[in-house]
């Protein structure tokens, strides 16, 4: 252990020397300023504009002519309508996404689970598959899936559904690595058919865990998801990325705080299920 | 005369270039209650596993209840054969997550064929013979109890109203007692008999006060031989403390035997 620590101390000290070595470690000409505007932007989060924009607002050229006048509570208030429809195709690319991804991972947690004892080639084959795709970022299956099949959702949630299978074939395989051999011989010795040997000792024993694995995979995605509009997948990504090139950090604000809503809630909900299920 | 339940000749189990079990000749008629007995390793759960069907091939001849074990069964042969052979094994073997009376119910599947394999509804009169199982074994209070919520003398009481529910024609119990206090263990004993009522009864016991009422007839294994076949009238304390001497002088070693599970872990989902 002391070894690994020492090891771990020097690779963090060789991390930082070298950056400020290489004055790679500036934090810019004024931090504090910039920080402050950028707090103060974020403290008036647009939607808050709705009730309190100007509903007036002149826009004039440099020798004072009137351009044109807008209702800020109507920007608004369309901008909220387009968050809301963003939200939802969000949420609808990580639902699918997720549960593709589960449909996907099954046989190949079937093939990896150790006491199931499938053909060794077939088990390092699925293995192999499920590692790749756990080390492939989604954003990365997500740029080559546009490639593909163009923008839009339907690349969201196939890059979902293969990032997350290698995660649900992990945790599925373990839940069933975890199962009551001897429960399941007892059933057998009874003379139930394998498909009873399913229905009543080995699906009662897994599906908790697999609806559980699903929970936590599907919240995960819900934040993940929001990311992909960034490549062009739609949704709240697609809100963030505008927000951010025009710098308009009070809508990022609004977005964001609709973020954290939708997984604190997902969250809320899925911590629920699960305890009803253990 | 009806044929045996059991017969045995020139038997040899042998795994990992070991012989297991290695019997001349054993016969074991319908009714019989047949104690077990011997030192750890002597084969007695390998005569119970290859009894029951879960033993890989063997040399010789071995039928039981008519079907011939030596020879590998057909999976419906394989599935009759368990159907009437009913096992209670050292562990408590529960199935975690269900009730005690779907635990109970599973005693039944052998029996369910056709489209019920893959539905988990059982019909009323499955249901009533169920809870009248778990009634015998005075636990019909318990019966929407989880089996993980239960204590371990409720667990092996179920397992008790699961074998009830199999009506086997061939019991094979395996250190029934193995996990529960004295006063447990001689209620256990008590329904097992009593489940055994018209069955053939096989028990692999350690403990010979509780010999007398679960078995007739005692065989004695030793070192995977049958070392003697006696009426359970025969049997003298100095025969037991002879066959449990060690060949090593390791008096005291009497722990638990730890076999009940199969050396090859995997669901063979297709047997």
């Known amino acids: 252990m002391g070894w690994l620590a020492l090891a771990y101390a020097l690779l963090v000290a060789l991390c930082l020397g070298s950056l400020i070595q290489e004055d790679e470690l500036s934090m810019g000409r004024n931090p504090i300023a910039n920080l402050l505007k950028t707090a103060g932007d974020f403290a008036h989060p647009s939607f808050l504009d709705v009730w309190l924009g100007n509903p007036a607002l002149e826009y004039r050229s440099d020798d004072g002519t009137l351009l044109r006048v807008e209702n800020r509570q109507d920007v ?27 449909l996907l991972s099954l046989p190949l947690a079937l093939l990896t689970a150790r006491n199931l004892a499938a053909p060794r080639p077939l088990a390092w084959l699925a293995k192999g598959i499920l590692d790749v795709v756990r080390s492939i970022h989604t954003l990365v299956f997500g740029l080559v899936l546009v490639g593909i099949v163009g923008l839009g959702p339907t690349a969201g949630i196939l890059a979902i559904g293969l990032h997350s299978m290698g ?8 839940a069933i690595e975890s199962l009551d051999m001897a429960a399941i011989n007892a059933v057998r010795s009874v003379g139930a058919s394998p498909a009873q040997v399913f229905l009543h000792a080995i699906w009662p024993a897994v ?62 909900m899925s911590r629920r299920i699960r305890a009803a299920l253990l | 005369m009806s044929a045996p339940v059991i017969a045995m000749d020139s038997l040899v189990c042998a795994a990992g270039g070991r012989t297991l079990l290695d019997i001349a000749e054993l016969r074991v008629q319908p009714g019989e209650r047949v104690g077990v007995v011997g030192p750890n390793g002597a084969g007695k759960s390998t005569l119970l596993r290859a009894l029951s069907g879960f033993m890989p091939p063997m040399h010789g001849q071995l039928e039981v209840l008519g079907h011939l074990l030596q020879t590998a069964l057909t999976a419906a042969e394989l599935r009759q054969l368990r159907q009437e052979v009913g096992q209670v094994l050292q562990g408590l073997h529960l199935v975690a997550r269900l009730s005690a009376l779907d635990n109970v119910l599973i005693g039944c599947l052998g029996r369910i064929s056709g489209w019920r394999h893959w539905s988990r509804r059982f019909t009323a009169t499955e249901n ?26 409720e667990r092996q009481k179920v397992a008790m109203a699961r074998l009830l529910m199999q009506q086997p024609r061939l019991i094979l119990a395996d250190e029934p007692t193995a996990a529960l206090d004295p006063a447990a263990a001689i209620e256990v004993c008590q329904l097992l008999a009593q ?43 100095a025969l037991l403390a002879e066959l449990y001497r060690p060949a090593s002088e390791q008096q005291n070693q009497r722990q638990p035997e730890a076999l009940a599970t199969p050396p090859n872990h995997s669901i063979e989902v297709c047997s």
């Not at chain 1, 969000?90 to 997720?98: K, M, P, Q, V």
């Not at chain 2, 010979?208 to 003697?228: K, S, T």
């Open chain 2, 195 to 237: 489940a055994a009522r018209g069955a053939t009864l096989i028990t692999v016991v350690h403990n010979p006060a509780l010999l007398a009422g679960l078995a007739d007839r005692v065989i004695g294994l030793r070192a995977g031989r049958i070392a003697f076949d006696l009426p359970v009238a025969e049997v003298s304390e």
């Open chain 2, 128 to 153: 009533a013979q169920a809870r009248a199982a778990l009634q015998a074994v005075g636990l019909q209070t318990r019966a929407a109890t989880r089996a993980d919520q239960l204590s371990g003398g």
């Open chain 1, 207 to 268: 599906m908790p865990q697999f609806i559980s694995s699903h929970l936590y995979i599907w919240e995960f995605n819900i934040r993940d998801s929001t990311i992909l509009g960034i490549i062009g997948a739609g949704g709240l990504g697609l809100l963030i990325t505008e927000a951010t090139s025009l710098f308009q950090w009070g809508r990022l604000s609004t977005v964001l705080i609709v973020v954290v809503i939708l997984v604190a809630s997902f969250d809320a």
């Open chain 1, 167 to 174: 995660t649900y074939g992990k945790l599925f395989s373990e």
């Open chain 1, 76 to 102: 608004e208030r369309n901008y909220l309508a387009g968050l809301a429809e963003a939200t939802w195709t969000t949420l609808r690319i990580a639902t699918l996404g997720s549960l593709l991804g589960a």
